[in-house]
């Protein structure tokens, strides 16, 4: 199985401010033939089911404010929240797609500083 | 618009079976697969399998092999996901969700969750 390895566990910013958390897969996960990289990001609050953010590494989910942004390549990712609002406090997952089973990350907590 | 709505939550007992539903509507039912996904308490998110809805056809996660059945009902837009052998461990919020096409990997689509818990 494809093991994601997300870090921080958790982190805590500023309003305003820029999280950035990190992604890495155990092998690659960009296929060759099609250049996309097979990973997913999901936000998950409490009580509600995950929502998809970014897909394709980098490509934004229809509806999703910009300030979220994926880049990456190969086996290193990483979601990037440009300036943190009081409604992006979730636990963050990336997801690989390149092969089943598919593959969670640990989850990164982010809250307000 | 699309939904996924599941059944309710369930309360079963070490070695008992569950069965969770997941009843489409608002697209065309046998044009993507149905993925279930479970989150236990204070854990992260686990992709336990996937069916294909028009054929049947499964893939599950080593991890669940021989103790998950995932099946449907097309006459009534309806997937299914049985987990037997409970455990503790077991006790979890139990997701299914649906990618927009087969050719297509977003998880894009989700139900409200399930909550079964497994206690003596």
């Known amino acids: 199985d494809i093991v994601m390895t997300q870090s921080p566990d958790s982190l805590a910013v500023s309003l305003g401010e820029r999280a950035t958390i990190n992604c890495k897969s155990s092998?690659?996960?960009?296929?060759?033939?099609?250049?996309?990289?097979?990973l997913s990001w999901y936000q998950h609050k409490p009580g509600q089911p995950p929502k998809l953010l970014i897909y394709w590494a980098s490509s934004r989910e229809s509806g999703v404010p910009d300030r979220f942004s994926g880049s990456g390549s190969g086996t290193d990712f990483t979601l990037t929240i440009s300036s943190l609002q009081a409604e992006d406090v979730a636990v963050y997952y990336c997801?690989?797609?390149?092969?089943?089973?598919?593959?969670f990350g640990q989850g990164t907590k982010v809250e307000i500083k | 618009q699309v939904q996924l709505v599941q059944s309710g939550a369930e309360v079963k007992k070490p070695g008992a079976s569950v069965k969770v539903s997941c009843r489409a509507s608002g697209y065309t039912f046998t044009t993507s697969y149905t993925h279930w996904v479970r989150q236990a308490p204070g854990q992260g998110l686990e992709w336990m399998g996937l069916?294909?809805?028009?054929?049947?056809?499964?893939t599950y996660a080593q991890k669940f092999q021989g103790r998950v059945i995932m099946t449907r009902d097309t006459s009534t837009n309806t997937v299914y996901m049985e987990l037997s052998s409970l455990r503790s461990e077991d006790t979890a919020v139990y997701y299914c969700?649906?990618?927009?096409?087969?050719?297509?990997?977003?998880?894009?689509?989700w139900g409200q969750g399930t909550l079964v818990t497994v206690s003596s």
């Open positions: 092998q690659t996960i960009l296929y060759n033939s099609n250049s996309k990289n097979y």
């Open positions: 069916i294909n809805p028009g054929g049947g056809s499964t």
């Open positions: 969700s649906r990618t927009p096409f087969f050719d297509d990997y977003r998880l894009l689509y």
């Open positions: 997801q690989q797609y390149y092969t089943t089973p598919w593959t």
